[in-house]
């Protein structure tokens, strides 16, 4: 008891402690099958079974897909085939979406039809090349809308563990950090900002004796989880550092796949360390990561699949504006337009100053906001589905249906050029025929309220009877030009 006084005596560790118990958050990497180099090729005939479903309801075909899974020894079993009952079926699909879900080849869910991403394509076309896996978990984000546990987490969990074990190089200690460096400090972080005080926190913990080190971990062990003020109990998960060391390996499987960053020996004596031949590799990635990477709050589940399944996809400044100018996100797309201009990363458009940036976007949201409950404006008959509505492709501005029942989609400009408009209203027009039209053709409308003549020619180009293009300003009459 004498070494556990000492210990929280002393402020910085009372602080953490507070901290620790009543913030429930960490690096969450959900149980399903462990992401690891030898398992990749398990990883890459489940993918390549699925790929005979593509286009076909989930829901429909979930237990068959299953069941030829373990015909083809796919997947381990736990008791003999003839004792699988439904929930059996359906925990081992659930395990497979959780790999779909993490590495972004694939999109599975009940509502839908399945459908393989271009870095599922990728995948499967380079026979598991690890390359694409490593794409991936660069570009990973914590959280995203597949975890909806995890509340309050904004970063790149692999580009923060590269950043900090930088800083790390051989010890006394050893190589990189420990295992309890990383469940105590590193899973806890949740924002690129909190470097600073991730790093002055491992550096107090060495400078503990290593009575006070078991004195901080029995502390927290006996803490229970509060979870919105309240303790909550569970059969198998005592405490939330219980919590964070079972689920610890597989986020470490998935954050170590990389061949420039390692975790070894397995178990709780394992160091996270970067090979000295890769610390230049490792030092031009962070680099970068500052420079041009930027973290993006999607909206929904398919609007973090649209960037994650897409191997051009970055996650750059770049994106992150063109995404919240897109879901008409002001203050986010308003914060990330101050960086860009700092930064002088401007592409395809002609750079405004901070005002008329922020007037040029609210009048486009007054718009969009003024559209959503005017449909008629445009053509009579027209019935909202959504706003914002997700899609695989990226998310939709406005999708109706009009007095025939066909579906139409609605673009706004928005300051995009006018291929990518064009090149977007397309996209989506593809994805609704293909996913929900049923028979029925699909319609596309571009509004703005500023039309420039490469729009014009490029809709009559097109000489496709179902697009529209609309000049559109607040007197209460739209304009049709085509």
């Known amino acids: 008891m004498k070494n556990r006084h000492t210990l929280f005596r002393d402020q910085f560790w009372q602080n953490y402690f507070e901290d620790f118990v009543n913030d429930p958050n960490y690096w969450y ?13 398990k990883i890459y005939e489940r993918l390549k079974v699925l790929k005979n479903y593509q286009g076909r309801p989930w829901k429909i075909f979930q237990k068959e897909y299953t069941k030829l899974l373990l015909k083809k020894n796919l997947v381990e079993l ?4 003839r004792h699988y009952t439904a929930s059996d079926y359906s925990a081992i699909s659930r395990m497979n979406k959780v790999v779909f879900s993490t590495l972004g080849p694939a999109w599975v869910d009940p509502k839908s039809t399945v459908s393989i991403t271009e870095a599922g394509e990728y995948f499967l076309k380079t026979k598991c090349n690890p390359q694409i896996i490593e794409e991936q ?6 959280g995203n809308p597949c975890l909806p546990q995890i509340k309050n987490i904004k970063l790149f969990p692999l580009l923060f563990l590269l950043e900090l074990l930088l800083n790390f190089p051989r010890t006394v200690q050893g190589l990189g950090i420990s295992k309890d460096e990383y469940i105590l400090f590193v899973s806890r972080a949740q924002s690129a900002e ?5 790093l002055e926190r491992i550096e107090k913990y060495r400078g503990l004796s290593d009575k006070q080190k ?18 909550r109990a569970h059969s198998r998960r005592s405490s939330l550092l219980n919590t964070i060391q079972l689920d610890s390996s597989y986020a470490l499987d998935f954050l170590c796949f990389p061949h420039y960053i390692c975790c070894e020996p397995r178990g709780p004596r394992a160091r996270i360390y970067i090979p000295e031949p890769y610390w230049r590799k490792a030092s031009a990635l962070v680099r970068k990561y500052r420079q041009e990477f930027c973290y993006i709050e999607f909206a929904s589940e398919k609007d973090w699949f649209s960037y994650y399944g897409d191997r051009s996809k970055k996650g750059t400044f770049q994106e992150a504006l063109e995404y919240y100018e897109t879901t008409s996100k002001l203050p986010q797309a308003l914060e990330v ?6 930064k002088g990363m401007l592409k395809e458009r002609t750079p405004l100053n901070l005002e008329a940036y922020a007037t040029l976007r609210f009048r486009e949201k007054m718009l969009e906001d003024f559209l959503e409950l005017n449909l008629e404006q445009l053509e009579k008959g027209l019935k909202l589905i959504k706003r914002q509505f997700p899609t695989l492709v990226g998310p939709i501005d406005i999708l109706a249906l009009d007095a025939q029942k066909h579906y139409l989609v609605i673009e706004l400009k928005k300051g995009k050029t006018s291929d990518k408009v064009l090149g977007q209203l397309y996209r989506y027009m593809g994805y609704i025929e293909e996913e929900m039209s049923q028979g029925k053709y699909v319609r596309g409308t571009v509004v703005s309220q500023e039309i420039d003549r490469k729009l014009i020619y490029a809709f009559k180009a097109s000489q496709n009877p179902h697009l529209q293009l609309f000049r559109f300003q607040f007197v209460g009459q739209a304009e049709e030009l085509k």
């Open 194 to 198: 909190q470097m600073g005080l991730t």
């Open 29 to 41: 990497q959900p149980k399903g099958f462990a992401i690891r180099r030898e398992t990749l090729p």
């Open 137 to 142: 978990i660069l570009k990973y984000q914590l």
């Open 78 to 81: 736990r008791k003999p085939k």
């Open 337 to 342: 337009y101050s960086a860009v201009l700092r």
């Open 214 to 231: 078991q004195v901080l971990m029995d502390s927290l062990d006996r803490a229970p989880i509060i979870t919105e003020g309240k303790i």
